[in-house]
């Protein structure tokens, strides 16, 4: 790999956490705060994770032949994750849909905008998994830095994000590295343009998909036109602007020597840790006491 690269942290363990959430529960229909654009964001996004997830797989699975050792034990713990992940949004998209909403324009679109990138073969599918699950990973950081994305929202709804964020941190470097394994014999120039072009390509896509996704919804809870829109466009650039917000960590994609973990934020997982072990603390003292 180049030298102008940070690899991924030694002693990171990628750890499958098999949770599942708000199973026999129904959903309430604005889980996230009573707040329409935000409960229609977070369910547009979650639209995308049953399918998007399992193409991330498979496109990164496509590259896992000869990798070194520790690569493809980081490439079998990111399936396992990403399997988990689908299992789980797929479940909590079946709730919202309970909960009365038609997401099938959603599904629709997602499954349009896949097959164009399926077409363009495997080094492209493995570029825009690696922007994708950039992306994802600037969205955790958010989301576990600043408690205001979730503040309001549903208990249960709000630790499945918070689970998922965790294990996008934590795997965020797998694709990349497969991706420098993939190109190593390609050209610093060539490798540049495909991982820049595409990601161009795949933000367009997402912001547009996104926003399109978010007012559909928001039009099923009886919210149109302009105020639907100023709401939305308040809601992700403004506050708490998670858009804005990614912005900066966005940008760094493009330069010279980016790596995932060039950010280490480490310091989320070990709070997200330290948190989960305090709220089972009082379990284990109750059952001692027994
Ligand atoms: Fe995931
Ligand atoms: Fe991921």
Redesign the pocket.
């Known amino acids: 790999m180049p030298a102008t690269t940070l690899p991924t942290p030694a002693g990171l363990q990628i750890t499958p956490r098999d949770r599942k959430f708000g199973r026999g529960e129904q959903l309430t229909r604005l889980w996230h705060g009573g707040r329409v654009e935000a409960t229609a964001i977070y369910n547009a996004l979650s639209t995308t994770f049953p399918v998007g997830?399992a193409f991330?797989v498979e496109s990164v699975r496509a590259f896992r032949e000869g990798t070194p050792a520790t690569l493809a034990g980081e490439i079998r713990a990111f399936t396992t994750q990403?399997a988990i992940h689908s299992r789980e949004h797929d479940a909590f998209n079946r709730r919202a849909i309970d909960a009365g909403y038609d997401l099938s324009r959603l599904e629709a679109q997602i499954e349009k905008r896949l097959a164009v990138t399926r077409s363009r073969g495997p080094f492209v599918n493995l570029a825009a998994t690696m922007a994708l699950?950039h992306f994802?990973a600037i969205l955790a950081h958010q989301l576990l830095a600043n408690p205001r994305h979730l503040a309001g929202a549903d208990r249960e709804a709000a630790e499945l994000w918070r689970w998922h964020a965790v294990e996008?941190i934590e795997?965020k470097g797998v694709a990349y590295d497969t991706w420098l394994w993939a190109t190593r014999d390609w050209p610093r120039w060539k490798r540049w343009k495909l991982k820049a072009k595409v990601m161009l390509f795949i933000t367009r896509n997402f912001v547009v998909d996104r926003t399109a996704g978010a007012l559909e919804l928001m039009r099923q809870d009886g919210m149109t036109g302009a105020k639907a829109w100023a709401l939305l466009f308040s809601y992700l650039w403004l506050r708490p602007g998670m858009f804005r917000k990614i912005a900066g960590a966005w940008l760094r994609y493009f330069l010279p020597g980016f790596h995932p973990w060039n950010e280490d934020d480490r310091h989320l997982l070990a709070a997200y840790e330290a948190s989960a072990a305090k709220a089972a603390a009082p379990e284990r003292k109750v059952r001692r006491a027994i």
């Open positions: 997830e991330f990403e699950e994802t996008e795997h």
